[in-house]
């Protein structure tokens, strides 16, 4: 097949289109035909050698296809099954090996590659909201990146569980689809602390933040005593080491650094997430904005073009 391959760390140049061995099935396991991989920004870490994995590695986390054979032991999926994954490596190809306690069937009416852009994000979108912060109605939320593939999503969750959604994007683009997608206020980022406290007073019960270094210390001010800090990311690079004491005299605020792992740990709470998430997608009440598509062959395009800004929404490659 061809796939992806990953030799040495580095830029989006080390990303190598190339043959490479068709990945084989064990027992637990299934063969599936990769129908659209989605870009993260942990590729990116991967990538850089920032998150360090083993060389050489075929990178991607996240993806949906059609299942070509099942090892033994799998029940619960079939040949010709539509399914997706996230938090699996090797999406980045044209065929993938995802051992189906991992595998997610994809509801009739979402297509292959909507799944391929919602998993992986949506999952995240819906613990941020549900179990870091359980969001309830009326609160204020601030969503950095808001245009993001995460941020949208973000941001039609927070609305759909009743929030005031305050997002800060870079552009007017950006800027109009976050308030498409239900933001109620849309902020730059230069001085965005004193914007919040401007329109919310006391400040917002929840910062989403997965931008990282610039934005860290703008939203810890941004949050009201006892308001919690979800530092999911760090587009924009690692936050530096921080004085527990800082959290105290800014009003004894809560921070967490949250992980998807930890939150789809068990087949039930990945299964919930998941039935949410396409749920919503099915009923529309999700919208999923895809905004690039690349052939496989030019992943290192899609890197440049998401380290660079340049995209919104959600990143695919298509094999
Ligand atoms: N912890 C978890 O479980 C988890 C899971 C998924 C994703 N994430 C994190 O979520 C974040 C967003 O991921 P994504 O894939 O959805 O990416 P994305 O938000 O679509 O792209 C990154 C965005 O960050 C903003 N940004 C601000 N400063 C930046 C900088 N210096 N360089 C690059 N971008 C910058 C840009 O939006 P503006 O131009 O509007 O600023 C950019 O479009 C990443 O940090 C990722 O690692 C975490």
Redesign the pocket.
Known sequence: MRAIVVSATGGPEVLTYTDHPDPEVNPGEVLVDVAAAG????DV?HRMGRYPLSLPFVPGEEGAGTVAAVGEDVQDVAVGDTVAWAQVPGGYAERAVVPASRLLRVPEGVAPETAAAVT??GL?AH??THSTYEIKPGDDVLV????????LLLTQIAKLRGARVIG????DE?ETLARQAGADEVLR?RGFADAVRDLTGSGVHVVYD???A??FDGSLASLRPRGMMAL??????PVPPLDPQVLAQRGSLFLT?????A?IATRDELAWRASDIFGWVASGRLKVHISHRYPLAEAARAHED??????????LLIP
């Open positions: 870009v993260n920004f942990i870490y992986l994000q995240t613990y941020l950095h990146a808001a245009a993001g593939g995460m941020g800060t994007v870079s552009t950006k980022y997965g931008v990282g610039a934005t999911y990311g760090q587009a924009s690079g650094r949250p992980s998807l792992g939150y998401l380290e660079a800004r340049r995209t919104t929404g959600k990143v």
